[in-house]
């Protein structure tokens, strides 16, 4: 699985990222400590694009986005292509902006980075609280931004959990309301859009109590081993095929005998073995609805084989999905 991560920063007291890459800082770090880290100190610009013949006639309603710290010739400097009322949003203004949600000076980076030389960079700073759900077993929320300069991606601002006692990266959405996920286009209410979307997150301030409560529940909600099995299958899905309307109730009765019968395999065994693991006991969280979907982003995150980009599929893109579909089926399950 490709990373394609060409430059980055990490909070040192946390480990390095699975891809041994990046500067390693010292706690986390302020943005304008971070920036220079990750690498991730330069400007976005836009240059028309031309026929490539003598006349060289510029091509209309047609740019492309470049770094304005590479040189002209480097072709490492070309991001992508994009129409004329394509407005970057330059990584200064990206930090700017968590300062101006989290608070002035307030907002905690653990990550950044780019992504194919720029083409994609995103942010992970902390918001300064924490949520415990057992005795040793604490949340810290963050709120991550994934850019595109390339044209291809929106601005994406999302809230992720990380648990810091195994740095295990949950990535889902906050289903209230509208939800703290935002996805802002490069057009040029792109500053007007960023400053309601400061007004949006800032609301997740107000819900930290509610999101402890639920998972509180999720940690005091009892699991069999049978019930786990049955959550990681509805999270994974069925290797058999789907019923119709033509299948009887026998049929179907048969068919989920089979599956309940089925040993678990692929990602549904490693969420499961993760579930028995003897950390759980530990943190005192062991057969609870709590533990299974935390196994279950661990099988997400570190059981996976694919081609995307690492960051791309967890954070917005297929691993997240699941990600998604994790959490609501255990929110069902508590009634929410």
């Keep these: 699985m490709p990373d394609n991560?060409?430059?980055m920063a990490y909070n040192s007291e946390n480990g390095p990222p699975w891809h041994r890459k990046g500067t390693p800082t010292k706690g986390l770090t302020t943005a304008a400590e971070c920036i220079k880290a990750a690498g991730l100190d330069w400007a976005v610009t836009k240059v028309p694009l031309r026929v490539a013949d003598e006349g060289g006639v510029p091509l209309s309603h047609v740019m492309a986005t470049v770094r304005a710290d590479f040189a002209s010739t480097d072709p490492r400097r070309v991001l992508g292509i994009v129409g004329g009322e394509y407005q970057p949003l330059q990584n200064w203004d990206a930090f700017r902006f968590f300062d101006d949600v989290v608070g002035d000076g307030a907002a905690l980076y653990?990550?950044?980075g780019a992504i194919e030389n720029g083409k994609r960079i995103w942010l992970l700073a902390k918001i300064p609280t924490t949520i415990h759900i057992g005795k040793d077993d604490v949340v810290c929320p963050y709120l991550l931004?994934?850019?595109g300069h390339d044209g291809q991606l929106m601005v994406h601002i999302k809230f992720t959990p990380?648990?810091?006692v195994c740095q295990n990266t949950l990535a889902m959405a906050l289903h209230t309301g509208s939800g703290p996920h935002v996805a802002l286009r490069?057009?040029?209410y792109l500053k007007r859009r960023l400053e309601s979307a400061s007004e949006t997150i800032a609301t997740i301030h107000a819900t930290v109590e509610e999101v402890r409560e639920q998972w509180a529940t999720m940690a005091n909600r009892r699991l069999s081993v049978s019930d786990a099995e049955r959550y990681f299958k509805q999270v994974f899905g069925s290797t058999d095929k789907p019923s119709t309307e033509e299948d009887s109730q026998a049929e179907l009765f048969e068919r989920a005998q089979a599956e309940n019968d089925r040993p678990l395999?692929?990602?549904?065994?490693?969420a499961m073995d993760d579930f028995e693991r003897e950390h759980n006991?530990?943190?005192m969280i062991n057969g609870t609805l709590w533990a299974a979907y935390n196994a279950a982003v661990y099988a997400i995150d570190f059981g996976r084989k694919n081609?995307?980009?690492r960051v791309d599929d967890l954070c917005l893109a297929e691993g997240a999905a699941l990600k998604a579909k994790a959490i609501r089926i255990a929110r069902e399950q508590i009634g929410v």
């Excluded at 395999?265 to 490693?270: D, E, H, R, W």
């Design 5 to 7: 991560v060409t430059s």
């Design 110 to 112: 653990e990550t950044a």
């Design 145 to 147: 931004l994934a850019n």
């Design 162 to 164: 990380v648990r810091v």
């Design 186 to 188: 490069h057009d040029r």
């Design 265 to 270: 395999q692929g990602l549904k065994k490693i």
């Design 281 to 283: 006991k530990k943190l």
């Design 307 to 309: 081609q995307r980009d």
